[in-house]
């Protein structure tokens, strides 16, 4: 068995897809002093990355948190490619690539077969199975979930999800990993959602019922949990953030994990993914933007 490289060692991380999760976490790892491989299938999207990080730094230096030297030595971090064979200069590997099971499974083995034998691959689902991910791929003791929060610059928490093989070498590195780039690590083991969502998604499920069988409005849905139990946001704005399609995804992951209807997404919410109101990336959800 070939031992997963320590923490210490790890120099240049690929990251697999550059969309709103996966730029989010190439500027982590760039800022945190990391080379990073950011891999897509088509240059548009890896442009459309580095500009976003771009602006995100660009905030950054408006708020007097990095300077402009500091920002062109982090995107000069930032090697795009759409060739994955690129992959395999990386020291460890993130994907994170749309919340679909059929395209996660043919990323994951697609890097697999090019990283180096004992580099971790790690994925950032934030509710699909860590094990039988893993199963997919020649690495399943080097295999392990790794669940960033959105905006992944301004989220502390990484839920850190240990499949049944990953081993203890695998979680201690990427645990101290997370420690190396300023955030809070919190390890869990594989069940449906994770803890993450299987305790949110059922949350904003059950609000959109409310919404639905004309309980309240959505402006008085979210009121209510602001004000009554002090979240910063209610759950169908958070939902908007999101995305809709997102939300009924993982419903329908922890339906079939569980096995129990009570996990079925909400009608609301399946008719505002099939009429294209996906939240705030399509600019209407439960509130217009």
Known sequence: MIASMSADGIKTVAVLGAGTMGNGVAQVFARAGYGVILR????????????????????????????????ATTLARLH??????????????????????????RVLKQGDAILRPGVILASNTSSISISKLAAETSRADKFIGM??????????????????????????????????????????????GFVSNRVLMPMINEAAYAVMEGVATPEAVDAVMKLGMNHPMGPLELADLIGLDVCVD????????????????????KQHVAAGRLGRKSGQGFYKY
């Open 40 to 71: 897509d299938v088509e240059q548009r999207f890896l442009d459309r990355g580095i500009e976003t990080i771009s602006k995100n730094l660009d905030r950054e230096i408006k708020k007097e948190k990095m300077t402009a030297a500091e920002k």
């Open 250 to 269: 993982i419903m329908e992951v922890l339906r079939l994990g569980f096995g129990d209807e009570k996990y079925a997404a909400c009608p609301l919410l």
């Open 80 to 105: 795009p490619t759409t060739d994955m064979a690129a992959l395999a200069a990386a020291d460890f590997a993130v994907e994170a690539v749309p919340e679909q099971i059929e395209l996660k499974t």
């Open 147 to 192: 669940h960033f929060f959105n905006p992944v610059p301004v989220m502390a928490l990484v839920e850190v999800i240990r499949g049944r093989a990953t081993s203890e070498d695998t979680f201690a590195t990427t645990m101290a990993l997370c420690g190396k780039l300023g955030k809070k690590p919190v390890g869990v083991n594989d069940r449906p």
